[in-house]
């Protein structure tokens, strides 16, 4: 079932007819909607996250701290306006490959990554991940050998997972900025490799 | 509640479909959404987190598939506006018209008459709430799940109940939503991160080396 069988158009009467009654009673102004535009498109994002898989990767104990407790390394880049109460930070290796997913409603790291996409809130990720991750990330161009664990991570509580991916080769030459303006977002939730 | 939401390990979806050049926003009233959120707050209709899950849960299942992420907080929005007397849905509905809402289409909010609530605490701003108990199980140690849904609000998905996993985490202890959605106090449980094997999950269907691993509170978790 596809998300654009309704009308937008709908949804967003509803809101602007809500939105209006709100404003009669002086719960809300019209500006309040600027606000969110202007938090989720500048202050948070993916490119927190990849601010911190690049250090992770250019500074070995800083990795060693983010494994062992991701909230208290991450507060260490004072990002604003992403709130998280436990970060987990989970390693790609040779040996394991992480996916996130949370297929109860759409929990995601938004301190790290900002908003999801629209395809890890929708039904057929949240239902397949879980149950065929290797076809659905074969879906994503992504090829897991057979032999390598599989771990999915269904975020059913309060606890937030990001993915550290595994580091390009050339790690060593490449600065820490250039290596974060290649860590995608679908990296850090585990159906890309970089 | 064995709600449409409960989507995990569900089939017939198809592909997982990727738009190229995402917005943040798709149009401007899904931005919307966040500002009637905290215009709920400030009304008193949404008291926390796991009350507004729980309200998202609750709305029509045909449109929790078809509305989208923020169609579907929009419904759980509406549910807690009206049942907390903010607004009446007679008002909204009649205002949706003026602004020139289609009378056929299908409202996801479904408010009811008395909600299955006692009375909300203020939400502190994080979920951590460390116990005088210790943990009843340890790090490596099999677990079963409880094999029972509940008629309110959980966080023990369907496809993990009734199946045998081993503790791979500790976290201390945490507010629990069963609980904290209907009001009815925080009551924190130790939490725990469960392994499960694909065999265990999805038998013989399960795909090679597959690990499933999940949050659980205490209270879904018997001892082998």
Known sequence: ?194 | MDGIHDLGGKQGFGRVRREQNEPVFHGRWEAKVFALLRAARTAGALKNTDQFRHAIERIDPIAYLSHGYYGRWLGGLENLLVEAGVLNRQQIDSKALELGADTDWRVAARPVAQPDVVGYESEEPSAIRPLPTEPLFQVGEPVHTRGTGTAGHTRLPAYIRGREGTISAWHGGWVLPDSNAHGRGENPEHLYTVAFSGAELWGEQSEPGVVVRIDLFESYLLKM
């Open chain 1, 1 to 194: 079932m596809s998300e654009h069988e309704h009308p937008t158009s709908q949804q967003s009467i509803r809101a602007e007819a809500i939105e209006s009654l709100l404003i009669d009673k002086g719960l809300l102004t019209e500006d309040a909607v600027d606000e969110v535009i202007v938090q989720y498109n500048e202050r948070v994002g993916p490119m927190n996250g990849a601010k911190v898989v690049a250090r992770a990767w250019k500074d070995p104990a800083f990795k060693t701290r983010l494994l062992a407790d991701g909230t208290s390394a991450i507060a260490e880049f004072e990002f604003s306006g992403g709130e998280v109460d436990k970060l987990v930070v989970v390693e790609n290796t040779s040996d394991v490959h992480n996916v996130v997913v949370c297929t109860l409603c759409s929990c995601y790291p938004w301190a790290v990554l900002g908003l999801p996409p629209k395809w890890y809130k929708d039904p057929a990720y949240r239902s397949r991940i879980v149950r065929e991750p290797r076809r659905v990330l074969e879906e994503f161009g992504v090829q897991i050998a057979a032999g390598k664990e599989l771990c999915v991570w269904d975020s059913s509580a309060e606890i937030r997972y990001l993915v550290l991916p595994e580091p390009p080769s050339d790690i060593d030459s490449a600065s820490e900025e250039e290596l974060a303006a290649r860590v995608s977002r679908d990296a850090m939730i585990g159906v890309a490799l970089i």
